[in-house]
């Protein structure tokens, strides 16, 4: 039981971090192209290009691809075969593309941004520009292709050089590590991402699908692309721009690329005509009438006709007010021999 509900505890706590974020952030503060990233683009790339030359001229490199391969891991651990047959699978682009994109995109609807996405796709499009042309442009064969031993195997039509798997593997996780929003989230991504792609790159060496020097060339060229994305955070920004503004535009059924005016405040004192002030001496002839309620009903305020203490009752707008005669008081006219009594 204990175990169940800290088990529960955990995963309620997993998804109450993710809704953290329910709007977009205030300030989005992308990563840049620093000195100490120029530095490791570098250093990355001429390790880069130190695989390839020493592919190219056939030095011990090679020869140590031929000794791996002569080793046939899968033979030496079949225990772990079908395990790796499905952990490949994460270096596969179609799967893990499938999985990030669905990912990526619930966290650009819970930010109200496109950069996620929008940067995704441009890790994808630098991935297969230079990846593809690579393979293509080297044409290197694989181990179970292999046809001349001790050869680099080169420009023989294949497209193993360097592995897809690895830099797909590299580029695809790491992308979460370089889009996370805090810097203790990022950095557990880097471990992950770290060890999916070290992992991948192994395996793809035990099942006999790739030379070690391909992986080693797939580690490279996918941490190039990582290192390359602030270069892309620009171009990204204005493309997410201009979708936002399209879909602001389509909502609002407009069409029209004129910008919509926006109502300017008025204040009160220009809607009000200027009154001119009265003279000293001037006597105000029209006072307003408020009606006040009463116990009777809803009275008026005495006005030139209406004695003062008299209640005289409101008449509805546009009728005629009834013409009121003062009554004298029952004490007068016995004093003035008026009233007269009436025989019983």
């Not at 797939?218 to 892309?232: F, R």
Request: aromatic share 8%; charged share 20%; glycine share 8%.
């Amino acid at each position: 039981m204990r175990t169940e509900r800290n088990l529960t505890r955990r995963v309620e706590r997993v998804f109450a971090r993710l809704d953290r974020e329910p709007e977009r952030p205030v300030i989005l503060d992308p990563p840049r192209m620093s000195r100490h990233r120029v530095v490791l683009f570098g250093l990355t790339l001429a390790f880069y290009l130190a695989i390839v030359v020493a592919v190219l001229a056939t030095t011990r490199l090679v020869e140590f691809d031929w000794e791996v391969m002569f080793f046939r891991p899968y033979q030496q651990w079949p225990e772990v075969h079908a395990f790796l047959d499905y952990w490949v699978v994460l270096g596969q682009r179609g799967p893990t593309a499938v999985m990030v994109t669905a990912w990526l995109g619930w966290r650009s609807w819970r930010q109200h941004t496109l950069r996620p996405l929008l940067m995704f796709g441009a890790a994808l499009l630098l991935l297969n520009l230079t990846v593809g042309a690579a393979k293509l442009g080297m044409g290197r064969l694989g181990p179970h292709y292999a046809t001349v031993i001790g050869s680099n195997e080169m420009w023989q039509g294949g497209d193993i050089f360097p592995s897809g798997h690895t830099a797909n593997a590299v580029v695809t996780w790491g992308i979460l590590a370089y889009l996370a929003s805090t810097p203790r989230a990022r950095r557990w991504l880097s471990a992950v991402s770290a060890v999916i792609s070290l992992s991948v790159g192994l395996t793809t060496v035990y099942l006999g699908t790739h030379w070690l020097s391909d992986v080693l060339l797939g580690w490279a060229a996918g941490l190039l692309i990582l290192l390359a994305l602030p270069w892309c955070e620009p171009p990204v920004a204005r493309v997410e721009a201009v979708i936002l503004a399209l879909r602001d535009r389509l909502r609002s059924g407009r069409g029209s690329t004129a910008p919509v005016p926006v109502p300017q405040p008025v204040p009160v004192a220009a809607m009000e005509p200027a009154r001119a002030p009265a003279p000293a001496d001037e006597v105000r002839t029209h006072e307003p009438v408020t009606a006040r309620p009463g116990r009777h009903g809803t009275l008026l305020p005495p006005g030139p006709h209406t004695p003062r203490g008299e209640r005289t009752p409101a008449t509805p707008a546009g009728s005629r007010r009834p013409t009121t005669e003062r009554v004298p008081r029952v004490g007068a006219l016995k004093g003035r021999g008026e009233l007269r009594e009436q025989p019983q």
